[in-house]
């Protein structure tokens, strides 16, 4: 490789003290949405404020740890919210993603089918005062 070409449309954007314009850049194998937010960007500019993730029609209010994190196992199976259940997490390379727990990309979809989103898209993140 000679050249790397930068590309400058996935850069996250700070439209306001109060608002990031970030990018999809990438969707994996099932279909979970990985966006340019790393969380040490995320946890800076937050400065621990409430937030609303808006995904196309789909909004998040909290960002949960693991996959795990996300349902209540102290409920009886059956009374459990899992299978479907929107999640945004910081994946393991520090990135925001935004998956559906359990999803199947084949049978019912994955996130970003469902959510309506594909690469270069744009997430906004919106923050309390």
């Known amino acids: 490789i000679e050249k ?7 850069k996250i954007i700070e439209k306001s003290k109060d608002e990031l314009l970030c990018s999809v850049i990438y969707i994996d194998n099932y279909g979970n949405v990985i966006t340019n937010v790393t969380k040490d960007f995320f946890d800076k500019f937050s400065s621990s404020r409430n937030f609303t ?9 909290k960002i949960f740890n ?3 994190d996300a349902i209540d196992f102290s409920k009886e199976k059956k009374y459990r919210e899992e299978d479907g259940k929107k999640i945004a997490l910081f994946n393991s390379s520090g990135y925001l993603e935004l998956s559906i727990y359990k ?3 084949v ?7 469902l959510f309506g989103l594909s690469y270069g898209d744009n997430i906004s993140i919106l923050f309390d005062n």
């Open 103 to 105: 999803s199947n990309p």
């Open 4 to 10: 790397i070409k930068e590309l400058i449309d996935l």
């Open 107 to 113: 049978t019912s979809g994955g996130a970003n089918s």
């Open 53 to 61: 993730i808006n995904a196309r029609n789909v909004k998040f209010n």
């Open 66 to 68: 693991s996959y795990s």
